[in-house]
């Protein structure tokens, strides 16, 4: 459990500094360990509203983690994670201390921040217009014609309206993966966390997803963050590329630069191994 | 042969009303024994470590006590204890019900954990509320895994009723003794009872495959219609260890 952190008395004001500098993410040196193993060490970094992280690197240099953190899957061991100005973990304590946050808050906070799995994980107890209006109705408390008039749009969008009383079985892993996706845009997040959506997917597959994440990165102002090993996708949808490795941001910037002319030796041999 | 049989012909009423007690026994049984599968297999998943360990005593005391002997302190010790005598059928009811209950509550518990936790995760990320995790996702998929041993247990239990004879309830075995005795035919008296004790349990385990038919049905699974004729026990058994094995 995090103790060091719930110490900081400047917090809240820095959050305010944090949403005027429009920062939608901020991670302030979060440590997450497994026993003695440290996946993510001090880490800092910062998204901005509207932005589209890809987050690349090693397997095991944390990826996936930073997201099951946001997510709030995963608890943090130490530091600070602050969504839209707010601790995401956190609430406050007695005498401007921060203590580990309750459900209730942690539902608060996490509202803006939908996910997508590299696994589909859809409902297989529900079709798939009920995997999309579930939590639009039961969480968000939309009557269920104007949340089914949703799913349809979403359907429309994602190619799938045929499917609409199909259940998960009866599709591919491409179509599975595009349900999760209209599922996850259902919520209306102001943040889609994609957790390497393609990776189980066959490689004719492929394609038809990074097509649909593509135009969701281009004609919404959703924030996204990528873990992926689509070299090319990544340097298509991101603004940003931050490279891992131990645990930490090793470099960061532009696509072109990262892939192009990155700094780092690591970073360099990294992509020759993958590219 | 002749003797038993035109006795037992000419006293329907008799076979009827033993049958109803076994039935009576049997349904109320095993309504306790779910509802507190259900009640012991959720405290055996909560958090806090002293509901965990109530639940644990609590199964552990019920399974590790026979159920022969459980009746006869509900029966014959509760009076001597608290001046009060309980009715044979309620004690049954309430021994086959806490006995049958710890057993079932460990197929609840183990149900629920075999349902992947990446179903938990999805529901997680669509922030719904812990009560609607566990109402709208993660039961209905774990009520699927929980009937086929749920089969098994109300078949044994069905098999147990027969024991109420020790505390006086006249159920379906009390009767056909009681016709024997008369009669004097043991081996038909017997074979009798083997026959409808037989057709009793397999009238519920078509009644349980069509349910659990159903129920995958839901999950869309397509089970083979040969499958509602299907005898449970085997294929109970195979299955918990395959659903324990894909953990």
């Known amino acids: ?275 | 042969m002749g003797d038993f049989y035109s006795y037992f012909f000419g006293h329907l009423p008799d076979v009827w009303s033993g049958l109803a007690v076994t039935l009576e026994a049997t349904v109320l049984g095993s309504a306790v024994a779910l509802t507190l599968s259900f009640v012991f297999g959720f405290m055996a998943n909560s958090r806090p470590v002293l509901v965990r360990g109530a639940s644990r005593v609590i199964v552990e005391f019920f399974r590790g006590t026979s159920l022969y002997v459980q009746l006869f302190w509900l029966f014959y010790a509760f009076p001597l204890l608290f001046g009060y005598q309980l009715s044979p059928l309620f004690c049954g009811v309430l021994a086959f019900g806490m006995n049958y209950g710890a057993y079932g509550s460990e197929v609840v518990r183990g149900a629920l954990n075999a349902v992947p936790r990446a179903q938990w995760e999805a529901a997680v990320a669509l922030n719904m509320t812990p009560f609607q995790r566990m109402r709208r996702v993660i039961l209905p998929q774990a009520w699927v895994q929980m009937i086929p041993p749920f089969t098994n247990l109300l078949i044994q239990l069905v098999k147990c009723t027969p024991l109420l004879w020790l505390i006086q309830a006249a159920d379906l075995t009390t009767v056909v003794q009681q016709m024997r005795d008369r009669t004097g035919e043991t081996t038909w008296a017997y074979l009798t009872l083997l026959v409808l004790y037989f057709v009793l349990a397999y009238a519920l385990t078509l009644l349980m495959n069509a349910l659990e038919r159903h129920a995958a049905v839901r999950l869309g699974r397509r089970p083979a219609a040969r499958s509602l004729l299907r005898s449970r026990s085997a294929e109970g058994a195979r299955r918990s260890e395959t659903a324990g094995g894909a953990r």
């Open chain 1, 1 to 275: 459990m995090a103790t060091d952190p719930l110490q900081k008395p400047d917090t809240e004001h820095r959050a305010q500094d944090t949403v005027a500098a429009g920062h939608l993410i901020e991670f302030d040196q979060v440590v997450k360990r497994y026993g003695d193993h440290v996946v993510l060490d001090h880490l800092d970094f910062t998204v901005e509203r509207g932005r589209h992280v890809t987050l690349i690197g090693p397997s095991g240099s944390g990826k996936t983690t930073i997201l099951r953190l946001l997510m709030t899957l995963e608890r943090i061991s130490e530091g600070l994670i602050l969504v839209g100005g707010r601790p995401l973990s956190h609430m406050a304590g007695p005498n401007g201390s921060l203590k580990p946050a309750d459900e209730k808050y942690q539902r608060e906070v996490r509202k803006k921040i939908g996910m997508v799995f590299q696994q589909f994980n859809l409902f297989p107890n529900m079709n798939v217009l009920q995997n999309i209006t579930e939590a639009p109705v039961s969480v968000l408390g939309l009557d269920r014609a104007e949340a089914e008039e949703r799913a349809g749009e979403l359907l429309d969008m994602v190619g799938l309206r045929e499917k609409i009383t199909a259940h998960p079985t009866q599709l591919s892993g491409g179509q599975q993966q595009r349900v999760a996706i209209a599922r996850a845009l259902a919520m209306r997040p102001e943040i889609l966390l994609l957790d390497e959506v393609t990776s189980a997917l066959d490689p004719e597959l492929v394609a038809g997803v990074l097509d649909l994440l593509r135009e969701i990165a281009h004609t919404t102002d959703i924030t996204m963050l990528c873990v992926t090993h689509e070299m090319g996708f990544a340097r298509d949808i991101s603004d940003q590329v931050l490279m891992f490795d131990g645990g930490r941001v090793i470099e960061s910037g532009p696509p072109e630069r990262i892939f192009g002319d990155p700094e780092q030796e690591r970073t360099r041999e990294f992509l020759s191994a993958v590219l």
